[in-house]
């Protein structure tokens, strides 16, 4: 089966009382039960059922099901937002004392994020060049717990060779965990190159219209957990399932950062399009990266498919689409500012994998909180743009970028 038809007729294991078309959205934050044995015995993990929505949800776990389906993993917890998903998966994973290693081409908040372990919980964050195989190596130790990094990374749309570096951490019995957001199931398969987890911000090209925050945590089963120097216990206890287990009876559920059913809901109706959309946002994507690279105003266009591109090669052999990111450098920040208050379709805002084209400055925004010696490092410049690529008529968006370049010299 095709993805969408996947996604529009995997059953979920519930009988819904009126046979709806959709399944519907329990909104309700506990469940009663006939007799106390029953809800001890689910409290207990012996019956499968919901007590509270914390913990699970009928219609979460509904929209669980689907993105178990269509991404073949092992297990699915659905989560607040993407950010959750990270966290969560980091927390599940880590002790004080050990180090992780990831690389500089990181989202923002992620990288903060990172710098907070390294700061607040004892955890060394290596940064590491990751198309640098010995360096990798180099770097790896018997507290090595995991390996992180963006399928393409944002904004600097850099592409690792996930075989690569999975067969380096295979020896090591690290998980490669891989936040996917960029790259959704239809135009890469994270499980069949390597992937162990993947983490997505379901607010991105899942959602599609901007509505709504969340984020996905998703097993694929290769990973053996008796050999991961923190689950072995779970391991015991839960076979393959040690990692699932682990997010769903302590991290996952004692933080707290469950989605909602309304969201479960909206996310479940952005997937059934998101196929059309992801292949048009890829195809303009590409059109507009080649048409920024015949202006004279623009230093550098970055694109992952375009073949001067130094991540094309790894791009072009694992994924069918590009992603809705362009990347492009103006001179400096006032041109950078004449560009984006110049455009009139183009939204000025976060975010990415709208179905609107949206254009930002990360290195005054995304990044404001860093030093300029650490933007270097992260190769993020004054006069970058960060476009997200939306799902209008492309012609619409070359016109509004081509009048937004004229006051540019
Ligand atoms: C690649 C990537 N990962 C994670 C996140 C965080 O997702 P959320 O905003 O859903 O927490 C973002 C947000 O922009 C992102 O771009």
Redesign the pocket.
């Known amino acids: 089966m095709g993805f969408t038809t996947k996604v529009l007729h995997t059953r979920t294991n519930f009988k819904d009382a009126h046979n709806a078309m959709r399944f519907p959205i329990y909104q309700s934050a506990a469940f009663a039960f006939e007799k106390a044995e029953d809800l001890e015995a689910v409290f207990k993990g012996q019956k499968m059922g919901h007590v509270y929505s914390r913990s699970s949800n009928p219609s979460v776990e509904a929209y669980e099901q689907v993105i178990k389906e269509v991404s073949e993993s092992f297990g699915v917890v659905a989560t607040?937002?993407?950010?959750?998903?990270?966290c969560n998966t980091f927390f599940a994973l880590i002790k004080s004392g050990d180090n992780i290693l990831t690389t500089r081409y990181?989202?923002?908040?992620?990288l903060s994020f990172f710098q907070t372990l390294m700061d607040d919980f004892g955890v060394s964050v290596r940064f590491v060049d990751i198309q640098n195989e010995a360096d990798i190596k180099a770097n790896i130790d018997a507290n090595t717990s995991a390996f992180f990094c963006?399928s393409?990374?944002?904004p600097q749309l850099k592409v690792p060779d996930f075989l690569a570096i999975k067969s380096i951490l295979k020896t090591a019995h690290i998980p490669l965990i891989v936040?996917t957001?960029?790259t959704p199931w239809n135009i890469f398969d994270a499980k069949a190159n390597g992937v162990d987890i993947a983490?997505?911000?379901?607010?991105?090209y899942l959602s599609g219209g901007g509505h709504v925050?969340?984020?996905l945590i998703l097993d694929h089963g290769t990973f053996d957990w008796s050999k991961h120097i923190h689950l072995q216990s779970f391991y015991k206890k839960f076979g393959p399932n040690a990692f699932i287990a682990k997010l769903r009876s302590e991290t996952f559920r004692n933080h707290g950062a469950a989605l909602s059913p309304q969201s479960a809901y909206m996310l479940s109706l952005g997937l059934e399009t998101l196929d059309l959309r992801v292949q048009r946002s890829c195809q303009n994507a590409l059109h507009v990266a080649q048409h920024l690279q015949t202006k004279t105003q623009i230093l550098k266009v970055s694109y992952p498919l375009l073949e001067d591109n130094d991540c094309y090669i790894n791009a072009s052999k694992q994924f069918s689409g590009g992603g809705a990111i362009v990347s492009f450098f103006l001179a400096d920040k006032q041109n950078a500012y004449t560009f984006l208050n110049a455009l009139k379709i183009i939204k000025r805002g976060?975010?990415?994998?709208d179905n609107k084209s949206l254009a930002i400055a990360p290195y005054h925004t995304?990044y404001a909180q860093y030093s300029d010696e650490q933007k270097r490092l992260f190769q993020i410049d004054e006069g970058m743009i960060r476009l997200s690529i939306g799902i209008e008529e492309v012609a619409d968006l070359v016109a509004d970028i081509d009048q937004a370049l004229l006051n540019i010299t």
């Not at 607040?80 to 990270?86: D, V």
């Not at 990181?106 to 992620?110: D, K, R």
């Not at 983490?199 to 991105?204: G, H, L």
């Not at 976060?350 to 994998?353: E, G, H, I, S």
């Open positions: 607040a937002s993407g950010m959750a998903a990270i990181l989202f923002g908040h992620t963006e393409i990374s944002n936040d957001t960029m983490v997505i911000s379901a607010t991105k925050l969340g984020g976060t975010n990415v994998q995304i």
